[in-house]
């Protein structure tokens, strides 16, 4: 049973930044795709970024939703049992849960849609104030 567990959440101001981490337990075959999510009060859960895990550990591929590309990054250890979300530049409109999800194939990486991730964490709050 593949598990997953965000850290790193919390309070900062507007232009402020942070780092999010997901822990991966549990075993992977093959090419998986790990993604960043979020979900503000009242809104639908919404894909922030993405990277496929290549399981002959070659080059990883990213994928970012278009209002967090050139201020969000993702990235993973080389172990693959952590991913990041680093976040720059935040905005109040960036406060929400953010949910740390896997998928077990690297063909859903591109589209961020919830329905494609089978596995979820818990999520970590962020909040932005102005």
């Known amino acids: 049973q593949v598990q997953l567990l965000e850290s790193g959440g919390g309070s900062v101001q507007t232009g402020g930044s942070l780092s999010l981490s997901c822990t991966l337990s549990?075993?992977?075959?093959?090419?998986?795709?790990m993604a960043w999510f979020r979900q503000a009060p009242g809104k639908e859960r919404e894909g922030v970024a993405s990277?496929?895990?290549?399981?002959?550990?070659?080059?990883?591929?990213?994928y970012y939703a278009d209002a967090y590309t050139g201020r969000f990054t993702i990235s993973r250890d080389n172990a693959e049992t952590a991913m990041y979300l680093r976040m720059n530049n935040l905005k109040p409109e960036d406060t929400a849960m953010y949910y740390c999800?896997?998928?077990?194939?690297?063909?859903?990486?591109?589209?961020?849609?919830?329905?494609?991730?089978?596995?979820w964490g818990q999520g970590t709050q962020v909040t932005v104030s102005s």
């Open positions: 990277i496929a895990l290549a399981a002959d550990r070659s080059d990883d591929r990213t």
């Open positions: 549990g075993p992977t075959y093959g090419d998986t795709c």
């Open positions: 999800a896997a998928a077990v194939s690297s063909l859903y990486c591109p589209y961020l849609r919830p329905l494609d991730f089978g596995y």
